[in-house]
C-alpha cells in the first residue's frame, strides 16, 4: 500500500487544513428573484427553430424564514447544508454580499436556488452540480465554495493492508488533470493519470469508459424495448448524470418513469469490481474499496445513495458497504499527486489493467455534451439492423457543440427516430417542460447532462479560469472527439471485455439478476402536499 501522506510537500496544506477545520455556519439565502423568460434554441438534423419557456420561481418566505433561523442572515450566498456530501462553504474566504456568483450560476444558469416549491422548504434544495465551486472567486485564490475534500479518507485507505483499493476515471479526467500541472486545456494525459495512480499505491486501475460501453450495451437495449415494443414512457431520459437525476426527482418527479433504468457508468463499475472482478480474482468483495476520480461533485451524492449496494445484495453480504465507497474530484486526485511529490508531467505512459479496462472511442466521447447519445445511437443501430452504422453517426454533428438544446432526426430501418441533447439545468427545464407539454417536437430519446459542456464542465473540473470559459469547454471536448476518431473501435459493442462480461458472468446470471447488477430507480423529491 501506498507511502503514508505527508503535509509538509504541499506548502498550501497549512491554509487549506485551517480553512476546512471549521464550516461554516453563516448560511445565506440569494436576493429574491423576479420571474424571468428565457429563448431555448434548438439546431437539428431534419428541424430547426426557436421554442419559449418561462421559468417558474417560489418566492417563500417561509422557506427564507427556516434558512435564516438555521443558518444566520441573508447575504446573497447560496445556502449549503452542513449535511451536504458534495459541497462546503467556507464563509472565512466569502465576499458575500459583494460577490454572489454562486446564488447567480445557481439561479440562472442551472435553474436550482429560488425554485423550490414552499411544501418542501425544510430542506434546503441542492443538485450537488458543484457550478458554485467553479464561479466563486473567494479570496486569496481560495474559493468558499469547495467540494467536500475526501483525500485523507483515500489515504487512509491506500495506507491500510486489510483492503484491496482500486480505482477507476472518468474520461473526461484525462483532458483536463493536466491543467492542474501547468498544461494547456484538453492537453491528453491518459497515460500519465494511470501511472500516477499506480504510484498512489492504488492495487489495480480500472477504466470508467469501459462500463461507459456497458451502460451504452443496457441503455441501447433498453431504448429498443421502449421505442420497438412500447415497454416503457416515451421519450426515454438518459440517466448518467447524477446531477440531473436529481433536478428531475426535486422538479419533475412525475417524468421520473421517463428515466433509463440504467445506472451511471460510476456504479456500473463499482457493482463489477464487487462481484465480478472479486469472483475473477478471489478477493473477498468486502475488503475491496472502490474509489471513483469523477469531473463531478454530484458523484459524490450518487455514490452514497441508499440503493447503490448491488454487490450487497449479490453476495447477501451486509458488511459490504456501497459499491463505489469514495469518490474524489479531478482537483482532489491533483492534490494527491502533489502531497506525494509525484513528477506527473514526467511519468511514463502506462495502460489500464484488463477485466474492467477496455474501452471503444464511443465510451470515450462520453464526457462531451451529445456524446452519450452519439455512443447510444451507434450501438442502437447495430441493433436493430444487425449491422454497422453508417458514417454518419460516427460523427453526428447536429448533437455536437456547446449550444444548449440540439436536435436531430435518424432513420433507423426504416424508423424515424427523433433526438434531442440538453446541456445546462435551465436548458434541462425547458425540455422537461416541452415533455410535459405533449412532446410537440416528438422527440423519442433525450441526453441530459447538467453542466455546460457535460462532464467536461463538471463542478470537481480544475478551476483553469474563473469562471469557466467556453474556450476551456471546448478544448477539452476537442480532445475526446479526437481520440474517439482515432481509435480503431468506436462503437460500444466491438468491446472485447464488454462480451467476454456478458457471456462468462452476467448471461449466465439471467435477466432478472442482471438488472438488480445494473440498473436501479429513483425517488420522489417533489412536493408533499
Request: aromatic share 8%; charged share 25%; with cysteine.
Amino acid at each position: 500500500m501506498g507511502a503514508g501522506f505527508d503535509p509538509k510537500v504541499d506548502v498550501n496544506w497549512r491554509e487549506r487544513e485551517e480553512t476546512m477545520a471549521k464550516e461554516s455556519k453563516d448560511r445565506d439565502l440569494a436576493k429574491q428573484i423576479t420571474r424571468r423568460s428565457f429563448m431555448k434554441g434548438m439546431v437539428g438534423l431534419a428541424l430547426a427553430g426557436t421554442a419559449g419557456s418561462t421559468l417558474t420561481y417560489f418566492d417563500s418566505e417561509a422557506h427564507a424564514h427556516w434558512v435564516r433561523n438555521r443558518f444566520g442572515h441573508l447575504g446573497g450566498v447560496v445556502p449549503v447544508d452542513p449535511s451536504n456530501p458534495s459541497i462546503v462553504h467556507y464563509d472565512r474566504f466569502c465576499k458575500h454580499g459583494g460577490c454572489q456568483e454562486c446564488s447567480r450560476v445557481c439561479q440562472e444558469e442551472q435553474t436550482v436556488f429560488g425554485y423550490w416549491d414552499p411544501r418542501v422548504a425544510s430542506e434546503v434544495v441542492c443538485v450537488n452540480c458543484g457550478q458554485c465551486t467553479l464561479y466563486c472567486p473567494g479570496k486569496r485564490g481560495i474559493p468558499a465554495m469547495q467540494e467536500v475534500d475526501d483525500t485523507a479518507a483515500a489515504f487512509s485507505y491506500l495506507n491500510n493492508s486489510e483492503y484491496h483499493v482500486v480505482v477507476q476515471t472518468a474520461p473526461a479526467v484525462r483532458v483536463s488533470l493536466g491543467e492542474e500541472f501547468g498544461l494547456v486545456p484538453g492537453e491528453w494525459t491518459e497515460g500519465q493519470l494511470v501511472a500516477a495512480l499506480r504510484a498512489l499505491r492504488f492495487d489495480a486501475v480500472f477504466d470508467t469508459n469501459f462500463s461507459a460501453d456497458l451502460t451504452i450495451m443496457e441503455e441501447a437495449s433498453e431504448f429498443i424495448k421502449r421505442v420497438v415494443n412500447g415497454e416503457a414512457p416515451m421519450p426515454m431520459f438518459t440517466s448518467c448524470c447524477p446531477g440531473w437525476v436529481k433536478f428531475l426527482e426535486y422538479f419533475y418527479p412525475s417524468l421520473i418513469p421517463n428515466l433509463s433504468s440504467c445506472k451511471s457508468p460510476q456504479q456500473m463499475l463499482g457493482a463489477m469490481a464487487k462481484t465480478y472482478y472479486a469472483e475473477k480474482k478471489g478477493i473477498d468483495p468486502a475488503k475491496i474499496i472502490c474509489v471513483a476520480i469523477m469531473p463531478c461533485t454530484a458523484k459524490k451524492f450518487e455514490a452514497q445513495r441508499p440503493e447503490m449496494v448491488a454487490a450487497r445484495e449479490y453476495w447477501h453480504n451486509d458488511s459490504i458497504g456501497q459499491d463505489v465507497d469514495l469518490v474524489l474530484t479531478t482537483r482532489e486526485l491533483a492534490r494527491m499527486i502533489k502531497a506525494q511529490n509525484i513528477d506527473f508531467i514526467n511519468l511514463p505512459e502506462e495502460g489500464y489493467d484488463s477485466l474492467l479496462g477496455e474501452d471503444t472511442g464511443a465510451a470515450k466521447i462520453f464526457g462531451a455534451t451529445g456524446g452519450v447519445m452519439e455512443a447510444a445511437v451507434r450501438t442502437a443501430y447495430h441493433f436493430i439492423t444487425g449491422e454497422d452504422p453508417p458514417q454518419v453517426l460516427f460523427a453526428l454533428e447536429p448533437v455536437r457543440g456547446l449550444d444548449g438544446v440540439k436536435e436531430a432526426e435518424l432513420v433507423i430501418d426504416g424508423m424515424t427516430v427523433k433526438v434531442a441533447v440538453a446541456n445546462g439545468l435551465k436548458n434541462a427545464r425547458a425540455v422537461c417542460d416541452l415533455v410535459k407539454d405533449g412532446n410537440p417536437n416528438g422527440w423519442h430519446f433525450i441526453e441530459f447532462m447538467a453542466c455546460r459542456g457535460g462532464c467536461i464542465g463538471g463542478g470537481g473540473q480544475p478551476r483553469t479560469a474563473v469562471p469557466p470559459t467556453d474556450e476551456i469547454r471546448q478544448a477539452r471536448i476537442d480532445a475526446l472527439y479526437s481520440a474517439d476518431e482515432a481509435d480503431v473501435k468506436r462503437a460500444s459493442y466491438e468491446n472485447e471485455e464488454i462480451q467476454a462480461i456478458y457471456e462468462e458472468f452476467l448471461e449466465p446470471l439471467g435477466e432478472e439478476r442482471v438488472h438488480e447488477l445494473l440498473h436501479t430507480h429513483y425517488t420522489d423529491r417533489g412536493p408533499v402536499v
